[in-house]
């Protein structure tokens, strides 16, 4: 955590504080952070409409490099991020395998894993979710991941 403070003198009460979390911090395409977004929650509408998505979001980018002073072409043109989209989405249909499952699980049958893990190391196998749901999903997305020659 950061704190900030507007009185020095007086450092026992922060104005501001931000949480930070470094524990998977590395250098990496963009795409690693959206393709778990988009793969773990978005809709087959969405998906079917990725690359207006993905439009949007190299829009806000490079208007971000530009006010920074820089020139998005030349650091990551789109078509880097269509390439990387081809080499690094595979990231998030793999995290999606997991997350898809804990989303679909109703929350009466979540699994508190502090008691779990004192009772069984398999607790998660056991448990309760939507099946049916899941493999829809994960087909859905397995497609997609064909239609946009990302396997």
Not at 7 to 36: E, H, W
Not at 48 to 77: H, I
Not at 106 to 112: A, G, N
């Amino acid at each position: 955590m950061m704190f900030k403070y507007e009185n020095l003198a007086n450092s026992k009460l922060p104005t501001d504080m931000r949480l930070i979390d470094f524990q998977v911090l590395r250098v990496g395409s963009p795409v690693c952070d959206l393709s778990y977004c988009l793969y773990s929650g978005a809709s087959k509408k969405v998906l079917d409409n990725l690359s207006a998505f993905l439009k949007v979001y190299y829009d806000s980018f490079s208007s971000f490099v530009k006010s920074m002073g820089s020139d998005p072409e030349k650091l990551f043109p789109f078509s880097a991020l269509m390439d990387h989209w081809k080499k690094y989405s595979r990231f998030g249909l793999i995290v999606s395998l997991t997350v898809i499952k804990e989303k679909l699980t109703p929350s009466e049958d979540v699994i508190d894993l502090t008691d779990a893990l004192e009772i069984d190391g398999h607790i998660l196998t056991k448990q309760k979710f939507d099946e049916d749901g899941y493999r829809k999903r994960i087909r859905e997305l397995l497609l997609h991941m064909c239609e946009v020659d990302a396997l």
